[in-house]
């Protein structure tokens, strides 16, 4: 167990770059230089967690601790992992208020943000292309981005994701409706089922039961209708929790979120911290643990049947829906809060388009972006 936890906690010290460099990482050091597991069960962890919703690359990371030493192990390389970026996001949230006032730390808050437009872009754009190929999931994208921007509530998004799996079930289906392939049985661990499906609806009335409690139930919620991982958990807590911390905090968060290593989803950890100043490490806690449960216990209910679970024509469709109003939900984050609360000029304009041509041409290290975003933001405040 000390092994997994001390593998990942490298990987969690070092992996920038997001869920796709995370798996990167991953198959290079636990399929290629260990040899834990092989290539054909490593495609399996990562196609179970695309299809699940939750944090991606966090749980093939999971997976990959469960395989090697069951339930003990997939903790063991989930807090490896995620020990790093929570450290780092809850001592920014802690740290940076007291210092807001500097206009060098402005400044730098400000390139931040203006590099989160970029990424955002860049993950709208590379998600559009891959989920949104046919023109009916065109479609779903963009009614589901109008309905956000028009009605930026909880139950809109819960509405438009329930909508979009039915038209996926009815319009995205595979045609070959009577493969062969989902004649094979499904087998769910259903206390896992059942524990998520309990906690899900117990998430809605915990808002009455103290702070604690109410910081549980949004962020297990959030965590609970994440498809497609990582940015796309952007809007969803900007709706959920946005406007407890005001829109130019939750942004300089998320533009934290973007500089430090491990999974996006240790955003949550400064949120959580943000939202309870009496006892912000107990916030960050919290919420760390609610945001990513929800995608372990469905990789623990479907670890062993992912083949049988994907080669359902109509479940496959649903996600195929899903995803398409992801990226909607996204492209509406993109406008309000990071674009409206980021660019205030024209030369914040040239900048971000500067460096999305460079994102999306050359493919630069996140650690360039995050100190040429830094350094153009502390010299833009102290020419001001």
């Known amino acids: 167990m000390l092994q997994i936890f001390l593998r990942f906690l490298t990987l969690g010290l070092m992996s920038f770059g997001g869920p796709a460099a995370h798996i ?3 198959r290079q050091t636990f399929v290629n230089e260990l040899g834990w597991l092989d290539d054909k069960r490593y495609a399996s962890f990562v196609a179970l967690s695309q299809f699940m919703p939750g944090p991606g690359s966090s749980q093939v990371g999971f ?19 995620t020990l790093p970026s929570f450290i780092l996001m809850y001592l920014l949230a802690v740290t940076t208020a007291a210092w807001l006032t500097n206009h060098a730390m402005q400044g730098m808050i400000h390139g931040l943000k203006l590099m ?4 955002v872009a ?13 023109k009916i999931a065109r479609i779903l994208m963009l009614v589901s981005a109008a309905a956000i921007m028009i009605a930026p509530f909880m139950w809109t998004q819960i509405g438009v994701l329930i909508l979009a799996a039915i038209l996926g079930v009815r319009l995205l289906s595979a045609q070959n409706g009577n493969d062969q392939n989902a004649i094979a049985p499904i087998r769910l661990n259903y206390f896992w089922l059942l524990l998520f499906v309990a906690l899900l609806i117990a998430s809605f009335f915990m808002v009455s039961m103290g702070p604690e409690a109410g910081i549980f139930g949004e962020f297990y ?18 709706t959920a929790v946005g406007d407890m911390l005001g829109s130019d905090r939750f942004l300089t968060g998320y533009a934290f ?7 996006m989803f240790s955003f949550a950890s400064f949120l959580g911290a943000e939202m309870m100043l009496d006892k912000p490490l107990m916030g960050a806690c919290i919420a760390t643990a609610a945001i990513f449960l929800p995608g372990f216990l469905l990789m623990l209910v479907g670890l062993k049947s992912w083949h049988a679970i994907a080669a359902r024509p109509k479940i496959a469709g649903a996600i195929a829906g899903i995803n398409a109003c992801v990226v909607g939900l996204l492209a509406a984050a993109l406008y309000q809060p990071v674009f409206s609360q980021a660019v205030f000029s024209g030369q914040d304009m040239a ?7 460079a994102l999306r041409l050359f493919k630069p290290p996140v650690l360039f972006l995050v100190l040429s975003f830094c350094i153009y933001g502390v010299l833009s ?4």
């Open 221 to 238: 919620r959030v965590g609970s209708l994440v498809f497609g991982g990582g940015h796309v958990v952007l809007p969803l807590l900007e």
């Open 116 to 119: 989160a437009v970029v990424v």
């Open 122 to 134: 860049d993950a709208v754009l590379a998600m559009f292309k891959q989920f949104c190929q046919r």
């Open 24 to 26: 990167g990482y991953f």
């Open 63 to 81: 997976a990959i601790g469960y395989h090697r030493g069951g339930l003990v192990g997939a903790l063991a390389a989930f807090v490896g992992f």
């Open 257 to 263: 979120a973007q500089a430090v290593p491990g999974p």
């Open 351 to 357: 900048l971000v388009l500067l460096g999305f041509g």
């Open 381 to 384: 405040s102290l020419i001001v």
